[in-house]
DNA sequence: TTGTATGCGTTATCAT
DNA sequence: ATGATAACGCATACAA
């Protein structure tokens, strides 16, 4: 690989020079320009991304940091951040942290240390204040689907509870009264608020909850249809379910295709979706929808401002939304 | 940010001392390198990969370059490959060529200027030779869902048109003589690959394709909506349908829904699959099996191994898969 | 307008 | 067992 100094000795010049052409800093004569761009064509010159990054300590590019990488959203969540720093020319390096508080910010400074331009952080373990600790660096990033005290504009976030209630509520308006819920893993942050968002439903209709109606499963199509399994065992007269996420109601509709189950004529449903699963199903299920992938790409835009230096960026807010569709019947 | 030379200023030693402890190369005396141990401990210093690998011109990275980032597919490609490189403690890089020659070869070399220590391939614009000749240089790579003639050894490949023979003579079994076909883009080598298999199949029935029962069709849910009411309207008395992509088949369900129109009663079909949305469909259709997950997976591993210095190494076969479901009835 | 010299944080080759 | 020092490929402050 032909270096700046191979190029600056082929074209009669000095290393700043050649330097300069790539950069466009500074004046140069237009006849020593013309040389340097000859000997570089010459030389099929590229310049090191890496030693510029020693030198300027950036990178052209940005980290991501979530806590998993499989099932669709997390796989949408990625590629829609990359899709949208491909715009701004800026790479993605994308790492994990294992939903531990020290994994995550592990990773964080992995990605630091290779001096990325900016963060885009979907942790769910650290806490708020290594969060605020982190803003005194020198690292712009966004926190995503996540609400962090005095970060607010650099965070993307969701109301998890309110969608959750009007999701219930919805049920509950159209009659429904024994109604299911199929959880996330409590421990999990938007998992618990999405379920005292069935709560609230609930007792803003002077229902308390049944504990024997709920069921915790991990957010896939597995979980999903053992917790409906279950729940139909221990309360086989329920008329609506209200799922917290879209794969698992998918595996619900394993249990329903299984067990003849029609609906919305024997149980009605509905679910978070993110990924538009939900629509993939017959009937198309009634859904509030979680715009991850527009919350991925406004952070992506969020971020982009931050390392321009913007200030006084105020992330777009994200408003829960009811799709109504085709599985909730009146009763 | 501390560096080594601080380091090995507060532990009273040269900076050569204080990276053999890093890299634990060389002998060093116990007392030193417990001086040493306490003073990164000190200093909270972490080792810039950077500089590392500007020395080494090694980043402990990996560039993955595909075609696009939109849709399941490239999502769950993206994921297995990120989480089978992080077993390796390797980093991802991805970049995207835009479905031409150029701009391919254009993000393969802005990954090696990174000193990526090797890379993924799904391209399908450049040419054979263009890889043969990348396989000269000194990166190591492999190339998914994709024969290169004198790259066998890092081609991790798959039947494609086998595959749609495979599934059309399934419906040909079943009794099915007028049968439509959803096809990709016709100048994606993969789908036409896969209308060969439909073209194949019919030929081995000694029935000659009517071009009245194919249209061509962007690869996604939409383009399969339209293909599928294209076809309904030249030829409403079809009894099966080859669909070349899961995407497609999801778009043609809509159609169905949209008709009333019953599975497998008025219409079978049949449908490639990578990321099982094809069981999500009522009735779940029966499809042939494209292993995208594990064929990336396997390329990750095969690349590996290839950075490892392995030699001789064999890629895994990809055999077609038919899965048989409830979507295709007996006439 | 252009050149010189130094620094960025490592590794690696010689010495010692 | 350890230290000096030269790369690695670029940017940049200071001279000229």
Redesign the interface.
């Known amino acids: 690989m032909a270096s700046i100094k191979d190029v600056a000795e082929l074209a009669g010049v000095s290393k700043a020079t050649v330097s300069r052409v790539l950069n466009n800093t500074g004046q140069i004569r237009e006849g020593t320009r013309a040389r340097v761009h000859k000997a570089m064509e010459k030389l099929n010159y590229?310049?090191?991304?890496?030693?510029k990054?020693?030198a300027t300590s950036s990178?052209n590019?940005v980290g991501l940091v979530v806590t998993s990488?499989?099932g669709?959203f997390?796989?949408?969540l990625?590629?829609?951040v990359?899709?949208e720093m491909?715009v701004q020319g800026k790479?993605?390096?994308?790492?994990?942290g294992k939903r531990s508080r020290s994994s995550e910010q592990e990773a964080i400074?992995?990605l630091t240390?290779?001096?990325c331009d900016g963060l885009i952080l979907h942790t769910r373990n650290m806490f708020d204040e290594d969060l605020v600790d982190l803003s005194k660096g020198s690292t712009p990033f966004v926190v995503l689907d996540r609400s962090v005290k005095d970060l607010e504009d650099r965070s993307i976030v969701y109301d998890h509870t309110l969608a959750g209630k009007m999701a219930v509520e919805h049920l509950l308006e159209k009659g429904h009264r024994k109604i299911a819920c199929i959880a996330g893993p409590r421990s999990r942050m938007t998992a618990a608020l999405r379920f005292d968002g069935y709560v609230q439903a609930l007792e803003s209709y002077g229902i308390s909850v049944d504990e024997s109606l709920v069921a915790e499963a991990d957010y896939d199509r597995l979980g999903g249809y053992r917790a409906m399994k279950d729940i139909l065992e221990r309360q086989p007269d329920i008329t609506a379910v209200y799922s917290c996420s879209e794969e698992m109601t998918?595996g619900a509709?394993d249990l329903f295709?299984e067990r003849g189950i029609n609906l919305p004529g024997d149980i009605s449903i509905i679910s978070f979706d993110s990924?538009s699963?939900c629509t993939?199903?017959?009937p198309?299920v009634s859904t509030v929808h979680f715009p991850i992938k527009e919350m991925a790409a406004e952070s992506a835009r969020v971020l982009t401002a931050l390392m321009h230096g913007e200030q006084d960026v105020q992330p777009q807010r994200f408003i829960p939304e009811l799709r109504l569709r085709d599985s909730v019947r009146e009763i």
Do not use: G
């Not at 590229?46 to 030693?51: G, T």
């Open positions: 590229r310049p090191s991304p890496l030693a990054s020693l990178s590019t990488y499989r669709h997390y796989s949408e990625m590629a829609e990359q899709e491909e790479f993605l390096l994308v790492s994990r400074q992995r240390d290779m001096c998918v509709f295709r990924v699963l993939m199903l017959t198309q």
